[in-house]
């Protein structure tokens, strides 16, 4: 039973897109003059590998406020994308989402950008080109191609705009499942597809006619499985290349499919929308027509599977053997940590300053933050970490370097992160002793807060120890194994830094890329 709901969570995911006020598909065809100059954030760091074929991009979460959902952008015309104007290749409403790996890469220069919206807010990150050769036995016909399509007006690589030598090839299967669709294409395809389905027209089109159902699909995907059809109906199906300006460019064969009289599957009290089955890159699916006729019931069940996904949500994958183990899970629980996309945590990676103090100062002071917070260190200025650095210092916290500046980048030692610890969660320190960080050890010592695997006091604490320490005061755990660092002395040069910030959740996740 708990493994057959785990495998539906997907199709939770995407139900919870179809209700959410914030609907991604909100942006879709929203004409141009509607948003407002596009502004440029460095912050998001953008970058993209050629590997294998495939491109992989990454990067550091950047929204702003009312932040609805990316846009990855792919152009092979334009040096400077952006949203609506160019080609979209992956959407995604996960505002910690930090990769996308474009699979359907076409030969030649590519431009690719990062769009976080909020209508009419754009936020679009650097440029980064990529240029994937031609296969050898083509370069050829690639020039001939070329050289035709100088007199071809208005035709482009990077848009489903014309339908020379492009085909779409439709199959609609009937099984157990519902009807299973699958579609074969030929030439450039690279704003996505509509898929259309309606009970009372053998030729659906895009926009939809009343009571038809148009979902848009990711230009990867190439199967769907439609689960929500009625014993003895018969329905109309069909794929358009979809044209990104809120029509269909080209149109597959239709294909019609009558389910059989005893198949067992929803019934009419229970319409909804098309739902995909399986698993597909997040937000790639939008319903644009045709909302549910029972949208109260849908939220319902929505939040009956949402109660049990809390209840089987399952820990990290990489800590179940580690000896930290329980606090790492004590901090995902209590939502202080979320780990990464791929389900790790990644506990023995060193956390930097930012990261850390991300993490301990969101669990205090969460509702403190503000985006007024800037601009309080030489190299914090308008960084994802800077609110948090910011009230940080405000707070007495932290007071940086004689330099005045933070090195947010460095991996913070573990005396900083205990002036840090001890100030934000309140541990009582005593008096100064002959170093500016005595005090601050000796109070975590006293109470055994200091982890075992803590053996030098200029240590580079990895994430598991932070779990530890965190878990440790926040729960007054003071019967665990212990290491003594004052008392035994230590010779190491630590510097003269007095205060250290945190993380978001390593470096991918903690520098806006994904996570905490």
């Not at 912050?43 to 993209?48: E, N, S, V």
């Not at 009937?174 to 294409?185: A, F, I, K, M, R």
């Not at 007054?476 to 035994?488: G, Y």
Request: net charge negative; aromatic share 8%; proline share 5%.
């Amino acid at each position: 039973m708990n493994k057959k709901f785990v495998q539906s969570l997907p199709v939770l995911f995407l139900l919870s897109l179809l209700i959410s006020p914030n609907l991604a598909m909100a942006t879709e065809g929203t004409p141009e003059s509607e948003w407002s100059d596009v502004v440029v954030k460095e912050d998001f760091a953008l970058t993209a590998t050629l590997h294998e074929g495939a491109v992989n991009l990454g990067w550091h979460p950047v929204v702003p406020d009312g932040f609805t959902v990316f846009k990855i952008l792919r152009s092979a015309a334009n040096a400077n994308p952006a949203y609506p104007e160019d080609p979209v290749i992956g959407v995604s409403d996960n505002p910690a989402r930090s990769e996308f790996t474009d699979t359907n890469v076409p030969a030649g220069t590519l431009y690719y950008r990062i769009c976080s919206l909020a209508r009419p807010v754009r936020y679009c990150s650097n440029v980064v080109t990529i240029v994937k050769p031609a296969p050898a036995e083509e370069e050829e016909d690639t020039t001939s191609d070329e050289e035709d399509s100088s007199d071809d007006e208005g035709t482009t690589d990077d848009t489903n705009t014309g339908t020379e030598n492009r085909t779409i090839t439709v199959t609609a299967v009937p099984n157990t499942d519902g009807v299973v669709l699958e579609w074969t294409t030929t030439g450039e395809m690279n704003k996505g597809f509509k898929l259309l389905r309606s009970e009372t027209h053998e030729d659906p089109t895009f926009p939809a006619q009343e009571g038809d159902k148009a979902l848009y699909l990711g230009n990867a995907i190439r199967r769907f499985v439609d689960p929500m059809v009625l014993a003895g109906k018969t329905y109309h199906y069909r794929v358009c290349a979809y044209n990104g300006e809120g029509g269909c460019a080209l149109y597959s064969n239709s294909t019609s499919v009558t389910i059989a009289s005893d198949f067992v599957g929803r019934t009419e009290t229970s319409k909804m929308p098309l739902i995909p089955k399986g698993t597909m890159h997040e937000g790639e699916l939008r319903e644009h027509e045709g909302e549910s006729d029972n949208l109260q019931a849908l939220r319902d069940e929505i939040a009956r599977l949402k109660s049990q996904v809390g209840e089987l949500r399952a820990a990290f994958q990489d800590v179940k053997e580690h000896a930290y183990h329980a606090a790492i899970d004590y901090l995902r629980e209590k939502k202080v940590v979320q780990g990464y996309d791929d389900g790790t945590f990644r506990p023995d990676n060193e956390i930097n300053r930012a990261e850390f103090l991300k993490i301990v100062m969101g669990d205090s002071f969460l509702d403190e933050l503000t985006d007024e917070e800037r601009d309080c260190f030489g190299d914090v200025a308008e960084q994802w970490f800077a609110p948090y650095v910011c009230l940080a210092k405000a707070k007495g916290i932290v007071s940086g370097y004689d330099d005045g500046e933070f090195r947010p980048e460095n991996p913070i030692s573990f005396v900083e992160a205990a002036k840090i610890l001890a100030g934000v969660y309140g541990v009582e320190v005593g008096d100064q002793g002959g170093q500016w960080y005595d005090k601050y050890v000796r109070g975590l010592q006293r109470h055994h807060y200091i982890p075992s695997s803590v053996d030098r006091l200029n240590k580079s604490i990895t994430r598991a120890e932070m779990a530890e320490l965190i878990w440790r005061i926040r729960e007054a755990k003071t019967d665990q194994e212990s290491t003594d660092l004052v008392d035994e002395g230590n010779p190491d040069d630590i510097g003269t830094e007095d205060s250290t910030q945190g993380d978001s959740e390593g470096s991918s996740e903690g520098s806006g890329a994904a996570g905490e």
